[in-house]
């Protein structure tokens, strides 16, 4: 399975940016880099997704190392309700799977 | 947006009974959804690929006789937990992908908890 590491945990105040790290130093060439975060008790949501270069969107942006060996997501300005783990992910073989994640605390 | 609902969120079933959970892709078809289950405080496991018209697959130490997977159209997938016991108590998850798996994002059920008593 494709690995990725990630900080147990992180903190961030409220309407501060968040970058969030993840190192991925076995990635191969044609895995995607996909992000997803889960609030208590739902499903995991869609943040961003991304190949080589960085990628932006309405929630978040990707910012890709030029070797691919990590990548970084940032929240432009965290809120409350961006409180949540955050799974880092290489899209590898079909299939997504999970690491442990980043749960990220934002303090008001 | 593309939305995956499970049914039902959460179900209480007596030990040794079979408990059935829905995945439905609402307004795309999906033909392969993924089965995941989760304990407390712990990541997603992911349990089965299920592909449309054909057998599911399963991952290393997953019990396909207990873990029933159907995929039976385009927009439907179930997952039987056959012979339940309290340590299948879990949550299990779904998600199904729009279009090429592996450059689209994945869409998730909101979850079916499941307590066996």
């Known amino acids: 399975d494709a690995k990725t590491t990630q900080p147990n945990s992180m903190e961030s105040n409220e309407e501060e940016p968040v970058h969030l790290p993840c190192n991925h130093s076995?990635?191969?060439?044609?895995?995607?880099i996909h992000w997803y975060r889960q609030l208590p008790s739902q499903g995991p949501e869609y943040v961003i997704h991304?190949?080589?270069s960085n990628v932006n969107n309405r929630m978040a942006s990707l910012a890709i190392a030029e070797d691919r060996k990590s990548s970084t997501l940032i929240l432009h300005r965290a809120t409350l309700r961006d409180a949540a783990v955050y799974y880092c992910?290489?899209?590898?073989?079909?299939?997504?799977?999970f690491g442990k994640g980043t749960r990220l605390h934002i303090l008001p | 947006g593309a939305v995956v609902s499970q049914h039902p969120s959460r179900v209480i079933c007596k030990s040794g009974t079979s408990v059935k959970i829905e995945c439905r892709s609402l307004?795309?078809?999906?033909?392969?959804m993924f089965w995941y289950r989760q304990f407390p405080k712990q990541s997603l496991m992911l349990m089965a690929t299920?592909?449309?018209?054909?057998?599911?697959?399963?991952e290393q130490g997953v019990e396909k006789d207990k873990f029933l997977i159907n995929h039976a159209s385009l927009t439907l997938s179930t997952l039987t937990v056959t012979s339940a016991h309290p340590e299948d108590s879990s949550f299990y998850i779904c998600?199904?992908?729009?279009?090429?798996?592996?450059?689209?994002?994945?869409?998730f059920g909101q979850g079916t908890r499941l307590t066996v008593v």
């Open positions: 998600s199904a992908h729009r279009g090429f798996l592996m450059n689209t994002e994945a869409f």
């Open positions: 076995t990635i191969s060439g044609t895995d995607y």
């Open positions: 991304g190949l080589t």
């Open positions: 992910i290489l899209f590898r073989d079909d299939k997504i799977i």
């Open positions: 307004d795309f078809q999906a033909t392969t």
């Open positions: 299920s592909n449309e018209g054909s057998k599911a697959t399963y």
